[in-house]
């Protein structure tokens, strides 16, 4: 096994009103990865992809060293996964439960994280990003627009949410040109 534990190439998805396009993204063994993006971006369709939720319609994916599909069983007894839609407790508030997905999440994230497992998760909450995350995918419309060291990203005074607005801004210019 090399020491990648995400490898994409190529992959999309395409849906009636959303196609996510020739996605290439490798996550480094313990590593932690934030997916950001706007809602609809794809963040989440990457995410299912990955762990075998939705299917790819073209490109390759490979986890911890196998192939997805085909080795859906083995790589989903080693990887865990928290989705956004989760059912409520009854009886306890809109806050509670946001307090919830965010910090105890975070909590355990950052816990993974110190044991050397790798962490890929997505967040609208660019402070969130910056105090876990390793490197950073920025996805707009579908696209990986941009990609690296979050350290890069947010430092000298930029938030991880001004990073991502230059980005944006910078592959519109290329796609123009």
Known sequence: MDGMAVRLHDVG???AHFALKGVDLEVARGRALGVVGQNGAG??????????LVRADG?????LGRAMPAEE?????????????????RGATLRWHMDLVRLDVLRELAAARRDGRTVIFSSHRGDDVAGLADDVAFIHAGRVVGRGPAAAFAGSGRSIEEAFVEQVRGSAVGRAA
């Open 13 to 15: 998805k395409r849906y």
């Open 43 to 52: 963040k989440s369709t990457l995410l299912r992809i990955v762990m075998g």
């Open 59 to 63: 490109g390759t994916v490979e986890v």
């Open 73 to 89: 069983r083995a790589i989903k007894r080693e990887v865990g996964f928290v989705s956004e839609d989760m059912a409520l407790y």
